[in-house]
């Protein structure tokens, strides 16, 4: 199983040499990764690889971004049936690990057909035919997803901030979809490169609180050190 460490999309550097130039800066500039046309192509070629090679392709943040949130439910003492919700799920390699841990109430979403076809290919090949997986654009949810006890989102909501098409506007449904699923209490398990913890904060401000920061790899750039990636743990008001 490959393990790439950060998704080509982080903007998370760049960024930093913004912000020690200006005193504001909480936009991205638009990028193809934050089109669904871009995810479409990019899983049609992992699902060709697939099946030509049994390559699963991306995970996305590496295997350690998995392991630090299974590490995290289990050290909570998550009951193994709760609802939980993967945003984003991609190949649906992350679902996978979490059944392997003992988890059996499990559903992953992504709007690409093409990705929920790996993701149900790849489940089918490591035998994991627990898994609930189905098309959906979390921006516009429909009822059978509701009520979540835990969200997960790692790189999804990334991926929407580089939209070329409103993002800020893309953002504000995200965290209406988010505060519609997940139940009052619930618990939400946010990813990110581009965003830093303040500014995760502060978007999801509104309805959530921040219970925890997860720790995460360092980097230094311009003689400042940071976060390679941000992992915050936030609850439902």
């Known amino acids: 199983m490959e393990d790439v460490g950060y998704p080509h999309g982080c903007e998370r550097q760049e960024k930093a040499v913004a912000q020690s130039q200006s005193s504001s800066n909480d936009e991205f500039q638009p990028s ?31 295997e350690e971004s998995m392991d630090r949130i299974i590490t995290w439910l289990e050290m909570q003492k998550i009951s193994k049936d709760v609802a939980l919700l993967d945003i984003g799920t991609g190949n649906g390699v992350f679902l996978i690990e979490l059944a392997k841990s003992g988890f059996t109430n499990l559903t992953g ?52 901030s580089l939209s070329p098409d409103h993002p800020a506007e893309k953002r504000s449904l995200y965290q209406q979809s988010l505060h519609s699923v997940l139940k009052e209490g ?39 050190i940071g976060n390679s990636v941000t992992a915050l743990v936030f609850r439902r008001k």
């Not at 899983?43 to 099946?51: A, D, M, Q």
């Not at 093409?114 to 090949?125: D, F, N, W």
């Not at 009520?147 to 790189?155: A, F, L, R, S, T």
């Open 32 to 62: 193809k990764l934050g089109t669904k046309e871009y995810w479409d192509h990019a899983y049609e070629r992992e699902l060709r690889s697939f099946y030509d090679s049994g390559d699963v392709g991306e995970i996305w943040f590496g």
């Open 186 to 224: 619930g618990m939400f398990l946010i990813t990110s490169c581009n965003w830093t913890k303040e500014e995760l904060v502060n978007h999801f401000s509104e309805g959530f609180e921040m219970l925890q920061e997860l720790p995460s790899p360092k980097f230094q750039f311009g003689g400042k």
């Open 109 to 160: 979403i992504d709007n690409s057909s093409t990705a929920v076809e790996l993701a149900k290919a790849i489940a089918e090949k490591e035998e994991v035919m627990s898994l609930k997986l189905q098309v959906a654009d979390f921006l516009h949810p429909f009822p059978k997803l509701s009520q979540y006890d835990i969200c997960i989102d790692k790189g999804t909501f990334d991926a929407i």
